[in-house]
């Protein structure tokens, strides 16, 4: 009888040759790739971790969102922002009885101012001491694009009809738009309540909470730049442009609040309140300033003139 394997048996033994070293081959490539992600992935993590211990120092040492920032952002972002708001809200009350011809006139006018606010963000310097402030700025580019986007869809459907003021009023399905700019203007209130917990209540971060998870006890009890926080988030939750602004809406709350007579609303938490108020169109652009001195005597903020007597 020979010993010899006959060529089948090679094929066989090869091919099983072939698949251990193949095996033990891709073994060890994978546990060289899962070593290599780990420690991509530790890396990380420990960048991570020095960047929150460095920014937690440089917020105990009292050096990220300092006043000037905020004065800054607020004559290079703001005033530029909240012209373009006023303008659009403006022109869609002058739309009833327009022509074509007229209605076509104001939103190029609105192109042209919302065109010029952007050159005018692109060109701001923010300090990158206040991080959330830079993001804003971003947020608020990116929204202008939207908009602009918005309005020429708007001049589109111009061309084959006219246009109602709450076409414009609303920029009813231009939810890109309106998602960006209340998520930029969230960021510039998220930045204030960052200042307050700084430089106010020493607490050093800001509470991640949502409107939704926010009761009418708990929101009483934060303090006041963190509510207009939540007031801009909740109006980021509703995807509507309105004219007025998260510190209106923050004294909206607060004054029935005051008044005792939320329970009477049924409000179970503050993403039900401002529906609430939003839906009846309870709240005003200025009701901030009409209220401050009953609500806020003492109020301290960013010295920056949303703020100001």
């Not at 009885?97 to 192109?111: D, R």
């Not at 020493?202 to 963190?226: C, E, F, I, L, T």
Request: with cysteine; glycine share 4%.
């Amino acid at each position: 009888m020979s010993n010899r394997l006959t060529r089948s048996e090679y094929l066989v033994t090869y091919m099983i040759i072939i698949t251990l070293a193949c095996f033990v081959g891709g073994f060890f490539l994978g546990a060289g790739v899962m070593k290599a992600r780990i420690q991509s992935d530790l890396q990380a993590s420990a960048k991570a971790e020095q960047e929150a211990l460095e920014k937690e120092r440089l917020l105990k040492e009292q050096k990220l969102y300092r006043d000037q920032d905020f004065i800054r952002y607020y004559y290079s972002i703001t005033v530029h922002i909240q012209e373009l708001k006023d303008k659009h809200f403006s022109t869609a009350a002058q739309f009833s009885g327009k022509t074509k011809s007229e209605q076509k006139a104001l939103m190029k006018e609105l192109q042209e101012l919302a065109q010029t606010t952007r050159k005018e963000l692109e060109g701001a310097n923010i300090a990158s001491t206040s991080q959330l402030l830079v993001d804003s700025k971003y947020a608020y580019i990116n929204s202008l694009d939207a908009y602009r986007a918005g309005l020429d869809q708007l001049l589109e459907k111009l061309s084959l009809g006219s246009l109602t003021p709450d076409d414009l009023l609303t920029m009813r399905n231009q939810t890109g738009f309106i998602n960006q700019w209340n998520a930029a203007t969230a960021l510039q209130y998220q930045a204030m309540a960052t200042w307050e917990a700084v430089y106010v209540t020493k607490q050093q971060a800001v509470p991640k909470v949502q409107p939704a998870q926010v009761s009418p006890a708990q929101w009483k009890a934060y303090p006041y730049h963190m509510r207009n926080f939540l007031a801009a988030e909740a109006l980021v939750k509703s995807q509507q442009f309105y004219p007025f602004y998260p510190e209106d809406l923050t004294a909206r709350i607060d004054s029935v609040l005051q008044g005792e007579t939320a329970t009477t609303f049924g409000w179970k938490d503050i993403d039900q309140a401002a529906r609430m108020l939003e839906a009846t169109d309870a709240v005003r652009l200025g009701d901030f300033q009409s209220m401050r001195s009953q609500l806020y005597p003492d109020l301290k903020a960013p010295e920056i003139p949303t703020f100001s007597k």
